[in-house]
């Protein structure tokens, strides 16, 4: 069974930064695309971040391009999302996906989800 779990989320003042991981279990992490989804209260999913297992390729959404940077480490089976030049907007349910391809996660549709951690940025 996959387990992702996330950890990192909290409340910041714009400008700020915060940096989420996610650790994960139950799968072939190093044959796994990973990836951040958010919601925020009222709004729709959307994609936010994805991160192949090949050549460690990775995709934004437009609006975090330059502030946001997504990691893994197979090692340890953790991704990691840098957030920085944090905006009131950016505030949301921040949730670790898994899925086998990018495009289900830039769909919103992955096979795997985590919890979840809220991100709350203060203007």
């Known amino acids: 069974q996959v387990q992702l779990v996330e950890s990192g989320g909290g409340l910041v003042q714009a400008g700020g930064s915060l940096r989420l991981s996610c650790a994960a279990s139950?799968?072939?992490?190093?044959?796994?695309?990973m990836g951040w989804i958010r919601q925020a209260e009222g709004k729709e999913r959307e994609f936010v971040a994805a991160?192949?297992?090949?050549?460690?390729?990775?995709q934004y959404a437009d609006s975090v391009k330059g502030r946001f940077t997504i990691s893994r480490d197979n090692a340890k089976n953790t991704v990691t999302l840098q957030m920085n030049s944090l905006k009131p907007e950016d505030t949301a349910v921040y949730y670790c996906?898994?899925?086998?391809?990018?495009?289900?996660?830039?769909?919103?549709?992955?096979?795997?989800w985590g919890q979840g951690t809220q991100v709350t940025v203060s203007s």
């Open positions: 996906a898994a899925d086998s391809q990018t495009w289900h996660i830039v769909r919103v549709t992955p096979g795997s």
């Open positions: 139950g799968l072939t992490f190093s044959e796994s695309v």
């Open positions: 991160i192949s297992w090949f050549r460690n390729n990775t």
